[in-house]
């Protein structure tokens, strides 16, 4: 008899609803041949409105369903799960990698002429401790303006990237970082790169807009060994509806026929761990 040693080895992504998307375009850019699993956790999705506890504990329930699944390789395509979760899960499974989503501080210091950047992130990834000590260790002498965006994600969520709404929400969030004067900023949210035209139109075009899914994909591929047994896939699940998310991924990104299927986490000792 044979057996397989690789049965359905995959790489589990994961984010609050559509944002890790982004990542996930760049992911099947440079791993054509690999098995991906993506979970949108739409029905508890925006996470930025979220208490670190909550978003600590739904990002520990998705990696045991993706690892169950038959994850080797862990994408947290979220800023926001990034910031409150990673190391949480990294301490549950030492032994899987787990690829996070952070704002390049690194990147917009390197990018500076005038040593001021704005980050432009969820209001939880703005408070977060780990945000905080990401432009201590790097930012040095450079003025960092960090700007929460409450209800952005939900527009996107709801597949509105354009609306007189948005563009207001938009151009408010904006402010703060043109008073401030400064020539880069960080979309430190993976949700955002969907509208970046808006921001573009409220930055002006004196700012230098950068993202980060392009570094998270490749952070991936290095840590990412393909063999010859891995059967390309694409599974998608959502803990909202499958079928609003389905016409979302054709009306955004244009792919189609994609299997889209409900997940539910397993109640534990008869309790859902969080309220919708
Ligand atoms: N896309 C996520 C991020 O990068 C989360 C957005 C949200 O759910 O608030 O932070």
């Not at 390789?73 to 409150?84: G, K, P, Q």
């Not at 063999?227 to 244009?254: C, F, H, K, Y």
């Amino acid at each position: 008899m044979q057996i397989d040693p690789f049965p359905s080895r995959e790489i589990g992504i994961f984010d609050s609803g559509v944002g890790g998307f982004t990542v996930l375009h760049e992911l099947r850019q440079l791993l054509p041949g690999a098995r991906l699993r993506y979970l949108a956790d739409t029905a508890y999705a925006p996470y930025g409105a979220r208490t670190p506890e909550d978003i600590r504990q739904r990002s520990l329930v998705i990696a045991e369903h993706l690892i169950a699944s038959g994850a080797e390789l862990i994408v947290v395509a979220c800023n926001t799960a990034t910031a409150h979760a990673i190391e949480a899960l990294r301490a549950r499974w030492p032994n899987l990698p787990f690829v996070g989503t952070e704002p390049g501080i690194k990147p917009a210091v390197a990018a500076t002429r005038n040593g001021r950047i704005g980050l432009l992130a969820t209001p939880a990834t703005a408070a977060s401790a780990r945000l905080r000590s990401l432009i201590e260790r790097h930012a040095g002498d450079r003025e960092v303006v960090v700007q929460g965006c409450a209800g952005v994600v939900d527009h996107i969520e709801a597949g509105d990237l354009d609306s007189p709404e948005l563009r207001s929400l938009v151009q408010r969030y904006c402010e703060p970082l043109r008073t401030a004067s400064v020539d880069t900023a960080l979309l430190g949210c993976t949700h955002y790169p969907l509208i970046e035209p808006l921001w573009r139109a409220a930055l002006g075009p004196n700012v230098e807009l950068l993202r980060i899914e392009t570094a998270v994909a490749r952070r991936t591929v290095a840590l990412w060994a393909p063999m010859p047994a891995d059967q390309a896939a694409l599974n998608i699940e959502t803990s909202g509806d499958p079928t609003a998310l389905s016409i979302w991924i054709e009306r955004v990104l244009g792919w189609r026929r994609l299997n889209v299927q409900a997940w539910q986490p397993e109640t534990q000792n008869g309790q859902q761990t969080l309220a919708i």
